[in-house]
């Protein structure tokens, strides 16, 4: 492979799927005005509505999405997700801002390349399925492939593949009034993935089912990621859900993104008040991680203990210590890391950080080890 060969697939492979900078959208008259005017930007939602006449939806939000990861944009009831998940593709017009899928520009694109982008490169999956009543279930899922205009034979037996993939074997024949609400989701997945899209779009997709219902939902979404490795932007207004599915997650408030990061990192390091009130009551020993509860190991401890990767959570590690009676060392690639030992993985238990959990060891040792030496 030639240098400039090589480069080039460096390239491709490191460039964002979905790259989005200062993008807003505002409602109301004269909204482009609202992103150009510091004065105006300065506004609260209640101040901006009451001065313009405008609702600003999305406040100038910047993101990427890496390829092949699960990022989840999550929020209270008015908080512009899925306003924003719209933007991406253009169903809803951006104000202003720059919004670019594989480096190309979305804001630029005509009619042709914007219908090549929702039919071939990113296809979505809506809270209320969208599936056309009169169409069998089979029929449901083609008809993507139907608007991109394969042939009958074609496009069925794509369909047949999907039908497989998420679990609707024998019920190709039927029509969605005679499904439950959980296979109508199963159709509307189906549906998306027939057409092998780059990125699934995800608004709200599970809100309207059963709590049991929308587990099983939730599973087939972390199965089919593992299986294929799709790119996927997921939008939700439920904590544990973008928890559990999530490689990042971009918590939003007021159309702005206040924080953006892993579910370790949210959970563990809020970035204000909102966003701590908001994790407050999620079981820490479930997301965080050994990696960041460790303190370093001296010569005898680096040769002793189970070991443990860096990525296990904290309730693993209690159980993993607890059974040995003894710390436990973080190893990766053969090399000792650190260790955590009890006192550190109930530190994080409790919701102190890493240092105070090291402070609190330290006071635990016994006395002549912090005695000075004469």
């Known amino acids: 492979m030639s240098e400039a060969t090589s480069e080039a697939k460096e390239t491709a492979e490191t460039t964002p799927v979905f790259s989005v900078r200062n993008l807003w959208k505002v409602f109301g008259p004269k909204a482009h005005k609202v992103p150009a005017d510091p004065e105006l930007t300065k506004l609260s939602g209640p101040d901006l509505f009451k001065r313009t006449g405008n609702t600003a939806a999305v406040r100038d939000v910047s993101f990427d999405v890496r390829k092949g990861e699960v990022f989840v944009v999550m929020g209270l009831s008015g ?9 991406l593709t253009r169903l809803i017009e951006p104000t202003s801002g720059q919004l670019e899928i594989d480096g190309e520009d979305v804001i630029g694109m005509d009619r042709k390349r914007l219908r090549e982008l929702r039919r071939r490169r990113a296809a979505m999956v809506f809270q209320n399925f969208g599936l056309l009543p009169h169409r069998t279930v089979l029929d449901n899922i083609a008809y993507g492939l139907e608007i991109q205009g394969l042939g009958r034979a074609e496009r069925r037996e794509k369909a047949g ?11 190709g024949h039927r029509r969605p009034g005679q499904l439950s609400g959980g296979q109508q989701q199963r159709v509307g997945l189906a549906r998306a993935l027939a057409v092998d899209p780059e990125v699934l779009l995800f608004d709200e ?7 049991l ?4 939902m939730q599973e087939e979404v972390i199965r089919l990621h593992n299986e294929e490795g799709r790119t996927m932007v997921f939008i939700t207004h439920d904590l544990s859900e973008a928890l559990r599915l999530g490689d990042r997650i971009a918590l939003m408030r007021g159309g702005e993104i206040v924080q953006c990061g892993t579910p370790e990192e ?8 909102y966003v701590r009130d908001f994790v407050r009551d999620v079981p820490r020993e479930q997301v965080i991680s050994v990696g960041r509860a460790m303190r370093p190991a001296d010569a005898d401890e680096a040769r002793t203990g189970v070991s443990l990767a860096p ?24 090399r000792t890391l650190g260790i955590v030992d009890e006192h550190a993985l109930l530190s994080v238990v409790a919701g102190l950080d890493s240092q105070d959990a090291a402070a609190g060891a330290k006071r635990e040792k016994p006395e002549e080890e912090e005695v000075a030496p004469v």
């Open 266 to 273: 949210i959970v563990a390091s809020p970035a204000d008040d």
């Open 79 to 87: 908080s512009g997700k899925s306003t924003l998940v719209r933007c």
């Open 213 to 216: 219902i929308r587990r099983d």
């Open 205 to 211: 997709p599970f809100s309207a089912l059963d709590p």
């Open 311 to 334: 990525d296990t959570v904290v309730a693993d590690a209690v159980e993993a210590v607890a059974r040995s009676g003894e710390h436990a060392r973080v190893v990766k690639d053969g």
């Open 161 to 171: 593949e999907m039908i497989e993939k998420v679990g609707l074997q024998g019920l």
